[in-house]
């Protein structure tokens, strides 16, 4: 797969896309359906999964929560709206960008593992959701969402006949004003996201069936950058930076100037991080999708979709290595002036994606017939994604480590005489080092059938079978240049035709008597895998990539030539059940998962001096966790629900090794911001109109950079509220987030890949960069319908 640039931590906050934060899916439905979750999860036949509290997310108030076991999470999660992919995949374009849990959805629900890898060949938990349809009558949905920050989220939906054979109309309406944690960007009145979102809809009811059309436009500004400095105290322990509240205070510049290096001329150019060109993501969808049931029982369901966007994409995101004070050798000044600056600074990458014309075209069928014990389905998806040239341009700034920090000007001593310097500008007029980016453009169009059978043998076992076949051709002009601009020169121009990727599932439940059983589950998913190696790529004595640097230390510009790999992921799962109706379930499962021939790049720095920057590329890696999961639902007495989850499980890098500036590093270890035990624990009760509950959730001390030097202590995830049902059309929700008031980092830290022991007094006491949980929220919302 093409090198991306986007650091792996911002990928993994925004790896799944925004809802409304009142929607606690588990927490708004009945009882009833929280006690049959465990009988629902083990049945060889279900594809759509009971998972409580799906939506809620101690990190944002805007984003679902993501499941943190197995395999990290990132492009393999995915969002559907009726049947397909909200976006085809997670860059540029952010599927925030695009889709709400907001009145205009009807269902939602998530798939099991295996689902999603046999629909759409990716392993990962998968949100499938359903716009709203019309029915005979008129009805109206509304929601109202605000909180102690000042965010104002409100969505609205009605639909109703249009005549008396059939035809039906569906609007809905989504606008966010999400301020945060209340950050104070100071450059613009929205500190986190700007969205509308309209959608139309006109339906179609026959005695056979039903079709669905509906046009989706949504705008969207986003701001992305998260990392805030922290001290590191040792031990797993971090506090706050002096003067920064964490989570609260913005860590971008105060007034939102600053620039970037052209990535085809290396030219500065000045922009405004407020600026509409880097920030509004624009798309106009349409979908058709229906179904019709055949009089010999065959039934086919269909969904269409097809969207243009413009995406940009900027963000601005610290190096840990980066944050140092002035010395003999490094002089800083408050940019444009002679005013010298001698407190810490801050080392800042701005990574600006110019907008980018994407078109998407997805469509499924699946066809469905009962015979017998058998359920068989035959399904058909085509996936087309196509980018106009999509433009990266990046640059480095030193910043003062406050909160609204100044830009600075930086000097260098580059006297070759002790005892005489010579300070010399680096950053450019513009208070600047520009650096090279990309530009690429991608073309690639999928082609899969699927088929999967759910039958019965006797009384005892329900078995699933499934296989997925997709062939895959893709078209990129790709940018060869590394560590230059490109200066006009061709892009390379590289066919990968005829690839097929490849899907196998299967699971079983064998029922030993009506309350227990066994169960077990496997799914294999391989995929192409696109990158491009160095021809004169050279090789340490383990094999690793030495990063592009002479002998003198200076960058070396390298053409590259295409290869590709495939991507296995292998999941397997195996364990017993026991259901004893409403007042007692569990499932009890050990799964091991591995994602195998993994490639990535890593940016090194010169332990001597951090403005030498070079990568390891292509470095290749392998993922594997094994795990013991454990999920109680019990109801011991009335109107009183708990449901308890515990995972153990070790999720490591496996043959990951690379080397920089002279020195090999040795990766095969916990992966980063992922914790080795896990707990959730979530009472309720009911009183009359009213339901108290509490979600905790426990996470397990984690590590911050991948030689596992560095750790977080662990830390628990709070929320607590009361729901009040004033009649059936009206309901209220007041919340608090963290109600314990815990302060707490999570995601990889920035930078941090080369510090092997976190005992070295040179990292003790000193600033780090990570980004933080939220500060304690109070959430109100209403909903309301008609």
């Known amino acids: 797969m093409k090198k991306k640039i986007i650091p792996f931590g911002i990928g993994i906050l925004i790896a799944i896309a925004a809802i409304l934060p009142e929607q606690s899916y588990a927490q708004d439905k009945k009882d009833k359906t929280e006690s049959i979750v465990a009988k629902d999860s083990v049945g060889g036949n279900k594809k759509e999964e009971k998972n409580r509290n799906v939506m809620l997310n101690a990190s944002s108030a805007t984003t679902p929560r993501q499941i943190n076991v197995g395999i990290p999470p990132g492009g393999d999660i995915q969002i559907?709206?009726?049947?397909?992919?909200?976006?085809?995949?997670?860059?540029?374009?952010?599927?925030?960008?695009?889709?709400?849990?907001?009145?205009?959805?009807?269902?939602?629900?998530?798939?099991?593992?295996?689902?999603?890898?046999?629909?759409?060949?990716?392993?990962?938990?998968?949100?499938?959701?359903?716009?709203?349809?019309?029915?005979?009558?008129?009805?109206?949905?509304?929601?109202?969402?605000?909180?102690?920050?000042?965010?104002?989220?409100y969505s609205g939906n009605v639909s109703g006949p249009m005549s008396k054979d059939g035809w039906g109309y569906s609007i809905s309406l989504q606008e966010t004003y999400d301020r945060g944690n209340g950050v104070n960007r100071m450059y613009y009145p929205w500190s986190t996201e700007r969205m509308e979102m309209f959608k139309l809809g006109i339906s179609k009811k026959y005695k056979k069936g039903k079709i669905n059309f509906l046009y989706k436009n949504a705008t969207q500004r986003q701001d992305y950058s998260v990392n805030?400095?922290?001290?590191?105290?040792?031990?797993?322990?971090?506090?706050?930076?002096?003067?920064?509240?964490?989570?609260?205070?913005?860590?971008?510049?105060?007034?939102?100037?600053?620039?970037?290096?052209?990535?085809?001329?290396?030219?500065?150019?000045?922009?405004?991080?407020?600026?509409?060109?880097?920030?509004?993501?624009?798309?106009?969808?349409?979908?058709?999708?229906?179904?019709?049931?055949?009089?010999?029982?065959?039934?086919?369901?269909?969904?269409?979709?097809?969207?243009?966007?413009?995406?940009?994409?900027?963000?601005?995101?610290p190096l840990t290595l980066g944050i140092s004070t002035p010395d003999a050798n490094n002089k800083y000044y408050l940019h444009n002036t002679n005013?010298?600056?001698?407190?810490?600074?801050q080392?800042?990458?701005?990574?600006?994606?110019?907008?980018?014309?994407?078109?998407?075209?997805?469509?499924?069928?699946?066809?469905?017939?009962?015979?017998?014990?058998?359920?068989?389905?035959?399904?058909?998806?085509?996936?087309?994604?196509?980018?106009?040239?999509?433009?990266?341009?990046?640059?480095?700034?030193?910043?003062?480590?406050?909160?609204?920090?100044?830009?600075?000007?930086?000097?260098?001593?580059?006297?070759?005489?002790?005892?005489?310097?010579?300070?010399?500008?680096?950053?450019?007029?513009?208070?600047?080092?520009?650096?090279?980016?990309?530009?690429?453009?991608?073309?690639?169009?999928?082609?899969?059938?699927?088929?999967?059978?759910?039958?019965?043998?006797g009384k005892v076992f329900d078995f699933t079978l499934g296989a997925r076949l997709e062939k895959e051709d893709t078209e990129e002009l790709h940018n060869q240049y590394t560590n230059s601009f490109i200066k006009d020169r061709p892009l390379m121009s590289v066919d990968f035709k005829n690839k097929f990727n490849h899907v196998a599932v299967g699971s079983f439940v064998a029922k030993v008597t009506n309350k227990f059983g066994f169960l077990g589950d496997v799914t294999y998913n391989d995929y192409l895998n696109r990158y491009y190696d160095y021809p004169a790529n050279q090789k340490d004595a383990l094999g690793n990539p030495i990063t592009d640097v002479d002998g003198n230390g200076n960058l070396v510009a390298q053409t590259t030539i295409a290869k590709s790999n495939q991507i296995k992921v292998i999941f397997l799962g195996a364990g017993i059940y026991y259901n004893q109706g409403d007042k007692f379930s569990i499932v009890s499962k050990v799964t091991q998962s591995s994602k195998l021939n993994n490639v990535t790049g890593l940016d090194f720095y010169d332990p001597n001096n951090t403005s030498i920057k070079a990568k390891a590329y292509p470095l290749f890696y392998d993922i594997q966790t094994l795990g013991w999961t454990t999920d109680i639902v019990t109801s011991p007495f009335k109107n009183f629900n708990l449901h308890y989850l515990i995972t153990l499980q070790k999720p490591q890098y496996k043959n990951y090794t690379a080397s920089g500036f002279g020195t090999t590093y040795e990766y095969n270890n916990i992966i980063p911001g992922m914790s080795n035990v896990l707990m959730e624990i979530d009472p309720s009760y009911k009183l009359g109109n009213y339901k108290i509950y509490a979600n905790l959730r426990y996470f397990g001390k984690q590590y911050g950079n991948l030689t596992n030097s560095i750790a977080y202590n662990a830390w628990w995830e709070t929320f607590g509220g009361v729901e009040y049902r004033m009649s059936r059309n009206v309901d209220f929700k007041l919340q608090v987030v963290n109600f314990l008031n815990q302060k707490g980092i999570s995601?990889?830290?920035?930078?941090?890949?080369?510090?092997?022991?976190?005992?070295?007094?040179?990292?003790?006491?000193?600033?780090?960069?990570?980004?933080?949980?939220?500060?304690?929220?109070?959430?109100?919302?209403?909903?309301?319908?008609?």
Do not use: C
């Open 339 to 345: 005013t010298e600056y001698t407190d810490n600074v």
């Open 747 to 786: 995601g990889a830290l920035q930078g941090a890949d080369q510090i092997t022991t976190a005992t070295e007094p040179n990292y003790i006491g000193k600033g780090v960069n990570a980004s933080g949980i939220r500060p304690r929220t109070i959430e109100f919302t209403v909903n309301f319908k008609i």
């Open 80 to 153: 559907l709206e009726n049947d397909i992919p909200v976006i085809y995949q997670f860059y540029p374009q952010i599927v925030t960008s695009v889709w709400k849990y907001d009145s205009s959805i009807g269902r939602i629900g998530l798939l099991s593992l295996a689902e999603g890898a046999l629909t759409f060949g990716k392993v990962g938990f998968s949100v499938n959701s359903y716009d709203r349809e019309p029915g005979t009558k008129f009805k109206g949905f509304f929601s109202a969402y605000t909180n102690s920050w000042g965010s104002l989220i």
């Open 347 to 457: 080392m800042v990458v701005n990574q600006a994606v110019e907008p980018t014309n994407i078109d998407t075209w997805m469509t499924r069928m699946e066809l469905t017939k009962k015979y017998g014990v058998h359920s068989l389905r035959l399904g058909l998806t085509e996936q087309l994604y196509k980018t106009g040239l999509q433009k990266t341009n990046m640059g480095i700034y030193y910043q003062t480590v406050t909160p609204n920090p100044q830009l600075l000007d930086w000097q260098m001593n580059v006297s070759p005489v002790p005892g005489s310097p010579y300070y010399y500008p680096i950053t450019n007029a513009d208070g600047i080092v520009g650096i090279p980016g990309d530009i690429t453009k991608v073309k690639t169009n999928k082609t899969a059938l699927y088929l999967s059978d759910d039958f019965k043998v």
């Open 228 to 317: 805030q400095p922290l001290i590191y105290n040792g031990n797993g322990d971090f506090s706050e930076y002096p003067g920064f509240s964490l989570s609260r205070d913005s860590y971008t510049l105060g007034n939102g100037q600053i620039a970037y290096a052209d990535a085809n001329t290396g030219e500065s150019v000045k922009m405004n991080l407020a600026d509409d060109k880097f920030n509004e993501n624009k798309s106009n969808a349409f979908y058709v999708n229906g179904e019709h049931k055949f009089s010999n029982d065959y039934k086919l369901s269909y969904s269409t979709m097809y969207m243009h966007s413009k995406s940009p994409f900027l963000v601005q995101f």
